[in-house]
């Protein structure tokens, strides 16, 4: 008989052992980052959350697997959670429960693995479970249209935790879709269009979006899109996606942790988040432009950074179905024009100079950034040294022309897109939540506020009231449920 | 002979007569001797569900007066495992309800029902007679009727009525159905009825087996016969709650399947039962999960998530008598899997949520926020079981919905299975968050004088929780235990042989 | 419909109707069930009791030797049964208080004085004679009650708790019912099975005489204590209870 928990481990080899490599990294920085701003309330569900991410890594059974995602769900949850408000509280438990859900979908499919296979060793499940476990990695890859739990919680929890929050969650998803996933309906990379629309999709709602971890939080999603996109790709129709996908997912983790802790760097600094308001940090804190400047661009696809080499090797990959091909190039575009827009209101838009005191910010809270900034460059000059990328030449002239045309693109269209990119946010409620809605104002009468007025109010008040049942009644109902059982055991 | 079958009965009723004569004589030793016989028939409980185990079944004449004239007690593999149940069962509750000086009468009395109560179960789980099983079934009812009627409580008075009414239902169809087994085959032994059985005209068999599964289902919450349930869970207080979901309604559910399997041989004669078992099973889950969704009292909700978990069992109990043969077995298992763990996790919820309740002195969830910083224990251990009843992986809840829902044979109840754990998230997510909220109202009431042993209370939640859990990661001897239990029900020669060689006596 | 006579009398109307035709079912496959019986087992199996319930327990009254003897575990239980009635009683109603003194008039209790010593007479006959003739510890226990309740009611709670203190009723059940659990474990300590009567060392005795049936006239005359004892607790936790008129509150 063998156990249903296995807990079967091992360190990955190739790409994935980069992937660790990365979680490991990214963990333990944002762990001691989290320590460092004195959240202590923080630090057991923020370690279990790093745990869990490396778990989902080294797993090489299914339940392991299943094991690490709720684990990361309940500690993100505690995370989100925050100080419990009301706010907190409702997206909280939104965030839990479509996770949950994603869970229930990868327990259905697992179900039907061991069912057919009686094994639970990872690995490419049977035919029958790939729908299930599609539905699950989409509502864990965010992929829209069901994306609303990650732009939702992302931008609502304290400004420590949205890195850490940005490491794991989508990209376990991405992981665990790499590894169980081989699914290509009539012949069609249909997960290949889902996500490489959904990196379009988001592109377009992140350009549309003021508030600095929101904007950043459209992007995981757009990011998540090219790698959902090269494992949909995996499916028999390119050898290299899905090593592509995780190359992604390693690169983009990275530079996107570092674009959050900018981003929590300045609306720390500024006390919003509205990214209109921003502005001039470039001359008073040279070192997070710097900072700022690698990120944007390493997620923009610029030559000689760690984002180029991954799109690259993704654009190689999906040579063959030109229609993925074309949406990433148009998520480039998007993407850099939204990173030109990001970088100038945070660090070059000179209409609301920062009135504070830089000199308070002390160098420690830098050093995280600057390691991460560091391995992106790293990776970016030299990305053959990353354990599982295939030899290829990555800067010939013609794949630097074509990673340089989107981005003259993205520098054409933010010529005429300007002002309208950057006018200020008209709605004045959206500006005044700050730095995470978390400290609205509480309704203390109601638990989930607006849940009252919800439809179905009445329906409920009908069904506890239908449960006060008067004696008589039951009775009725006793010898109601006799009749039928009796009538349907009447042998005919 | 081994004393055993008819020593788990025995001890605990005469120690109730024993906990009624030290009240009237030292009350002050009452507590001591409430612990006292739980201890013994615990062990004694422990002792026989060893043997009920490991050997074959024992089998016992009472008064030496074998079937048919006397009346034979029985535990087998599959008797043994709820005896288990009720070891924990009254051990816990005696532990959990150790009173410091509530001189009420009602307090007087419930020591010596508790035991009596856990000593009808262990009767209905022991014996192998159909009068009989009718006789602890309405012993246990009149025991829980005085434990739900607590005076201190308004409106309790009218729960116990209504628990009161359906049980009266339910004890008369039972009678009747046993009526019918007795006039039909001239004995009231489960092994001579067994013999009978398929020989029965399918009417009559039919008709027992209706007024059976009515009977029981009244008393276990089926869709549409729960209505009674969250009433009486409510108006009976945590404590006594925690004892009539996770031990009561449990011992009811092995009477059904013992009375379906063994006398009236279901899966061979009636297999069409279950069709009906299985559709009940997928009502009641997402009945009680919807209900406990929209409730707003935290006694109610638990209670609803009760009825809802009865749907679990009823789908693996449903999925092994559609299969039949051997085979079932590992559907049986399942069933009784779940039915051991919503044991452990509802009883901690229960207990945990006493001390919630106690604190804020309410059980609307709306009253209950922030109460978790002030008893952080009971919340942990209510988390803890609160995963496991969601069926969270790698937890003992997780464990036995996946293997419930591998014993399926079709996709829906399996779907059913996955929706229910989503709705029970909501509802004790939502609980969790209310629980924890940083901002509590300025002033909690003070709590109620009466105190149980809050530390002591705390250490059992807590042991039961984290059993609760572990049971998944601990699934391989779990799962061998299980097997051997499922093996009583479904393989009944070992039980049959013995019982039939005293026939021509 | 309009007139809420009208509706209550419908619904009374329907309730009974129902109950008829429940009824009805239940008969109609109690008849089926005979006839199946008669039809498939053979008449020497019919009445396994009668034939030997003499020879093997000692008692002559075939329905005591079943009560007290073959299915005395069931009795037990019936007995259990009782008792926890009566503790659900005290914990519903909670103590006895306020006893009221309303009496007979003199010349009731006059007559009920010199005549209670001979009541007593009967249900005693009964308990002690139940292996001979119909009867046994319920009927007795249950005469035995009455005649406190009697005591209650013709001469006040004042006096009947005077001349039978509550607290030596639930002495004197709680009593019965040790002595009762305690004798089935004679057998166990004979080397037999639990409540063993012949087979656990008592002797059979010539049966149609007093000392007969081994340990059935001990275990009626437990049986009538505890009915007796548990009965009239009950009838003095209702007698001292104001009639409580709380309607439940609605929610």
Not at chain 1, 128 to 140: C, D, H, T
Not at chain 1, 152 to 161: D, T
Request: overall charge positive.
């Amino acid at each position: 008989m063998n156990t249903l928990f296995p807990f079967a481990l091992a360190i990955p080899e190739g790409i994935y052992f980069s992937a660790f490599l990365v979680f490991l990294f990214l963990g333990v920085i944002l762990f001691l980052n989290i320590l460092r701003q004195k959240e202590g309330r923080y630090a057991f569900p923020a370690a279990v959350h790093v745990a869990a991410g490396v778990l989902a890594i080294l797993a090489r059974d299914i339940m392991t697997l299943l094991v690490a995602w709720e684990v990361l769900a309940f500690s993100a949850f505690i995370l989100i959670r925050g100080t419990g408000t009301a706010r907190g509280r409702r997206i909280s438990l939104r965030y839990l429960v479509i996770q949950v859900t994603g869970g229930v979908f990868f327990f259905f499919a697992a179900l039907l693995h061991f069912g057919e296979t009686g094994s639970l060793v990872t690995g490419i499940l049977v035919p029958s479970a790939q729908p299930f476990m599609v539905a699950a990695i989409l509502i864990k890859t965010a992929t829209m249209p069901v994306h609303f739990w990650l732009t939702q919680a992302y931008p609502s929890v304290e400004l420590s935790i949205t890195p850490l929050l940005s490491v794991y969650t989508t990209k376990v998803g991405v992981l665990t879709a790499a590894q169980l996933i081989w699914i290509s309906p009539a012949g069609f990379p249909v997960l290949a269009w889902l996500g490489a629309g959904t990196a379009v999709g988001a592109v377009i709602l992140a350009l549309l979006q003021h508030e600095a971890r929101k904007l950043l939080s459209y992007h995981i999603v757009s990011q998540v899109g090219y790698m959902v996109a090269g494992i949909g790709l995996a499916a028999g129709f390119s050898a290299m996606a899905a090593t592509a996908g995780m190359f992604h997912l390693v690169t983009h983790t990275l530079y996107k942790a570092l674009l959050l802790l900018v981003a929590a760097q300045a609306v720390h600094h500024r006390g919003h988040e509205d990214l209109t308001r921003m502005g001039g940090l470039g001359s008073r804190r040279p070192l997070l432009l710097l900072c700022g400047i690698i990120g944007a661009a390493a997620i923009s696809g610029v030559p000689f950074t760690s984002g180029y080499a991954s799109k690259y090797l993704l654009k190689e990959a999906s040579q063959a179905q030109p229609l993925v091909t074309y949406l990433l190039y148009a998520a480039s575009v998007g993407t850099g024009l939204s990173f030109i827009k990001f970088t100038h209101l945070l660090f070059f838009n000179r209409a609301n100079p920062p009135s504070s005191d830089p000199s308070k910010t002390r160098a420690p809270s830098m050093v995280p950034l600057v390691l991460v900034a560091g391995i992106t460059v790293l990776i970016g000059l030299f990305p053959h040294a990353v354990p599982g990328v295939p030899r290829r030449a990555f800067f010939t002239p013609s794949s630097l022309l074509s990673a340089l045309l989107p981005l003259a693109a993205s520098a054409l269209l933010w010529m005429v897109l300007k002002k309208r990119l950057t006018r200020p946010a008209t709605t004045v409620g959206r500006a005044g939540t700050g730095a995470g809605g978390v400290h609205a104002t509480d309704t203390r009468a109601k638990p989930f506020p607006g849940k009252a007025h919800a439809p179905g109010t009445r329906l409920r008040r009908g069904a506890r009231t239908l449960h006060n049942l008067g004696p008589q009644a039951q009775v009725l109902l006793f010898l109601l449920v006799l009749a039928v059982t009796a009538g349907l055991l009447w042998p005919r | 002979m081994n004393h055993l079958p008819v020593l788990v009965v025995v001890i605990p009723v005469a120690g109730a007569f024993l906990i009624s004569l030290v009240d009237t004589v030292r009350p002050a030793f009452k507590s001591t001797a409430a612990l006292l016989v739980a201890t013994a028939h615990s062990t004694t409980l422990v002792a026989a569900a060893y043997r009920g185990m490991t050997g074959p079944a024992l089998l016992y004449s009472v008064g030496e007066w074998i079937a048919p004239v006397g009346i034979s007690l029985m535990v087998d593999s599959f008797s043994a495992f709820f005896l288990l149940l009720l070891a924990i069962g009254h051990l816990a509750s005696a532990l959990v309800r150790i009173e410091s000086g509530d001189r009420s009468e009602w307090a007087r009395k419930s020591a010596a029902l508790i035991a009596l109560f856990f000593a009808a179960l262990s009767g209905i789980t022991v014996t192998a007679d159909l009068f009989n099983l009718f006789i602890f079934v309405e012993l246990a009812t009149v025991c829980s009727i005085g434990l739900i009627a607590r005076k201190r409580h308004p409106g309790s008075a009218v729960a116990g009525f209504v628990a009161l009414m359906a049980a009266t239902i339910s004890g008369a169809l039972l009678l009747f159905a046993v009526l019918v087994l007795y006039v039909a085959t001239g004995t009231v032994a489960m092994p001579l009825v067994a013999q009978a059985a398929p020989d029965l005209p399918a009417h009559l068999h039919g008709m027992a087996t209706a007024a059976i599964i009515v009977s029981f289902g009244i008393k276990i919450g089926l869709v549409p016969m729960h209505f009674w349930q969250p009433r009486t869970y409510h108006a009976a207080g945590t404590t006594v709650a925690a004892i009539l979901s996770a031990f009561g309604l449990k011992i009811h559910v092995y009477a059904l399947l013992r009375l379906l399997w063994f006398p009236l041989q279901a899966p061979v004669v009636l297999p069409g039962v279950y069709s009906i078992l299985l559709v009940m099973g997928m009502v009641n889950i997402l009945t009680g999960h919807s209900m406990a969704m929209i409730e707003r009292n935290l006694v109610r909700m638990l209670a609803f998530s009760s009825i809802a978990h009865v749907g679990y069992i009823l789908l693996g109990v449903a999925a092994a008598g559609r299969i039949g043969g051997s085979a079932a077995v590992y559907a049986v298992a399942a069933a009784l899997f779940h039915t051991g763990m919503h044991t452990l996790m509802k009883s901690a919820l229960f207990w945990s949520g006493h001390r919630l309740i106690h604190l804020s002195r309410s059980s609307r969830i709306m009253d209950l926020g922030g109460i978790a910083w002030r008893a952080p224990g009971s919340i942990i251990a209510f988390s803890l079981a609160a995963l496991a009843i969601i069926g969270i992986p790698p937890t003992g809840g997780f464990a036995s919905k996946w293997f419930v829902a591998m014993a399926q044979q079709a996709l829906l109840p399996v779907l059913v299975i996955g929706a229910g754990t989503v709705i029970s998230l909501v509802y004790y997510g939502r609980f969790f968050l209310i629980a924890t909220r940083r901002d509590p109202p300025d002033s909690f009431p003070a709590p109620h004088p009466l105190s149980l042993r809050p530390r002591l209370q705390t250490a059992v939640v807590l042991a039961l929780a984290v059993a609760a859990v572990m049971a998944g990661t601990r699934d391989v001897q779990v799962r061998s235990l299980l097997l051997r239990a499922a093996e009583g029900l479904v393989d009944q020669a070992d039980f049959v042989g013995p019982a039939l060689i005293g026939r021509g006596r | 419909m309009e007139s809420p006579v009208i509706r209550v009398f419908l619904t009374r109307l329907t309730a009974g109707f129902l109950c008829l035709l429940l009824s009805l079912g239940f008969v109609v496959l109690l008849l089926d069930a005979g006839r199946h019986r008669a039809q498939t087992i053979p008449t020497q199996m019919e009445e396994p009791y009668t034939a030997r319930s003499v020879a093997e327990t000692g008692s002559i009254n075939v329905v005591t030797a079943i009560l007290m003897d073959y299915r005395a575990f069931d009795t037990l239980g019936e007995a259990t049964v009782i008792f926890a009635s009566v503790a659900v009683a005290a914990a519903i109603l909670g103590k006895p208080g306020s006893p009221s003194n309303r009496t007979m008039g003199l010349l009731s209790r006059r007559q009920l004085s010199a005549l209670l010593p001979l009541f007593f007479i009967f249900p005693l006959f009964v308990i002690f004679h139940g292996h001979l003739s119909p009867g046994g510890g319920f009927q007795g226990g249950v005469s035995l009650a009455v005649l406190v309740i009697l005591i209650h009611v013709a001469f006040g709670d004042r006096f009947g708790e005077e001349v039978i203190p509550h607290r030596i009723l639930a002495l004197s059940e709680y009593g019965a019912a040790i002595g009762l659990v305690g004798i089935g474990f004679v057998g166990i300590f004979q080397g037999s099975a639990y409540l063993a009567n012949v087979a656990a060392g008592f002797p059979r005795g010539t049966a149609g005489t007093l000392a007969s049936g081994g340990v059935i006239p001990l275990l009626n005359l437990l049986v009538g204590m505890k009915v007796a004892a548990g009965l009239s607790s009950i009838y003095v936790h209702l007698a001292g209870h104001e009639a409580e008129n709380v309607p439940e509150k609605r929610r």
